[in-house]
């Protein structure tokens, strides 16, 4: 067991994160990556999931705007994920930061435009900023790909 080894950090960090330890196991991950910087994609994948990973719990205790900071390490990992810009959008609207939400889910719906889940929640989105018609768009479209709003 060698600390200085990325694979063992790597899964020091999992076990870490099944424990739901998360600081440990991002500080293993980031130093799994520092090891393994010429093929840094496993370790980057890892990361994003454990930072993604802490931003469910943070939001599971109403600190929305932890989970949004999380969310952004994650996304520093994986840029291309959908799933992390609908995440972070989840925690900008709890923190009734509405334009910054709309903003993400958009991104998500470019990433994934048949995910229907983004445009019911961009459509909720719609309505708080007070603009009903686009709101309707939404709701339009997410139910056509199998969403009930």
Not at 121 to 135: F, I, S, T
Request: aromatic letters at 10%; one cysteine or more; glycine letters at 4%.
């Amino acid at each position: 067991m060698d600390p200085k080894n990325a694979d063992f950090c790597k899964h020091r960090a999992l076990a870490y994160a099944s424990l739901r330890q998360f600081d440990p196991a991002i500080a293993d991950g980031e130093q799994a990556l520092k090891l393994l910087p010429a093929d840094p994609e496993p370790y980057n994948d890892l990361l994003a999931r454990l930072y993604s990973n802490r931003a469910a719990d943070h939001a599971t205790a109403n600190r929305f705007a932890e989970a949004a900071e999380d969310v952004t390490h994650a996304m520093k990992h994986a840029p291309k994920a959908a799933v992390f810009y609908h995440q972070r959008a989840s925690c900008y609207f709890n923190l009734k930061e509405y334009a910054k939400a709309e903003a993400d889910w958009s991104v998500a719906i470019e990433r994934e435009p048949t995910k229907g889940a983004h445009y019911l929640h961009r459509g909720y989105c719609w309505q708080a900023l007070g603009q009903d018609q686009k709101a309707r768009m939404d709701f339009e479209k997410a139910k056509r790909l199998g969403e009930k709003p």
